[in-house]
């Protein structure tokens, strides 16, 4: 019974995606945004939990990504469909989230090197820019959005190395870039509260491409 808490985890994730779904449909920005976040963490603690109680099985793996699929492939979609829907008839463009979102899921499911990193930017961060758009301080113009639309589905299944918040251990020598990420993002989430989610994707890509640079550790 124990090692199924990690897959409980996941459905959780799973039915807060359908929820935020319907959020997003209904055209309740926020509320959407709150629960891509909530999935966020069920997403983070089925893997940590998984790792604790050694759990991990194939089904639990398969089960994270379809839950994925719903959390941050679809609800983004959806997301920006809907955006796009109140200002021009070209609003299916936005099912190309969900497409290259299941290509990425799928390329993770199948490559056995990504442990220490990640290859593209992972579904859930690129939901959340998605889904935080609204907070920005300007106007979300059709051209923006396919410009977001154009730059995620290229960095969902781009070979650019991102660092895997996956942890042999909790202390700072081999895990510099990844408590260098960490501390960044709650220092500027404190200091910009809701306005920096949008901009956490960026960061991500920024600190993750430095960090091997500067400590070398994606290999």
């Known amino acids: 019974m124990i090692r199924q808490i990690p897959n409980l985890m996941t459905s959780f994730n799973l039915i807060t995606g359908c929820i935020g779904i319907y959020f997003t449909l209904s055209g309740h920005k926020i509320e959407a945004l709150y629960f891509v976040l909530l999935a966020f963490f069920f997403d983070v603690l089925d893997g940590l939990l998984a790792r604790l109680l050694n759990a991990k099985s194939n089904v639990g793996g398969q089960l994270d990504s379809l839950a994925d699929l719903v ?30 979102s299941a290509y ?46 154009s730059c995620s589905c290229f960095l969902l299944v781009s070979p650019i190395r991102l660092l895997a918040l996956k942890f042999k251990n909790y202390g700072w020598t081999g895990n510099e870039s990844r408590w260098v990420l960490i501390i960044g993002i709650i220092t500027l989430s404190l200091l910009f509260q809701w306005a ?7 960061f991500y890509i920024i600190v993750s491409m430095t960090s091997f640079l500067v400590f070398k550790k994606l290999k």
């Open 104 to 149: 990425r899921l799928a390329n993770f499911n199948v490559d056995d090197s990504q442990t220490e990193h990640f290859l593209g930017l992972p579904t859930p961060t690129n939901a959340m820019m998605i889904t935080s758009l609204f907070l920005l301080p300007f106007e979300l113009t059709v051209p923006l959005l396919l410009f977001v639309i």
């Open 196 to 202: 920096f989610i949008p901009l956490i994707a960026p």
């Open 71 to 100: 959390s941050f492939g679809l609800l983004p979609t959806f997301y920006l469909m809907n955006l796009l829907k109140e200002q021009t008839s070209f609003f299916w463009i936005g099912i190309l989230i969900a497409l290259f």
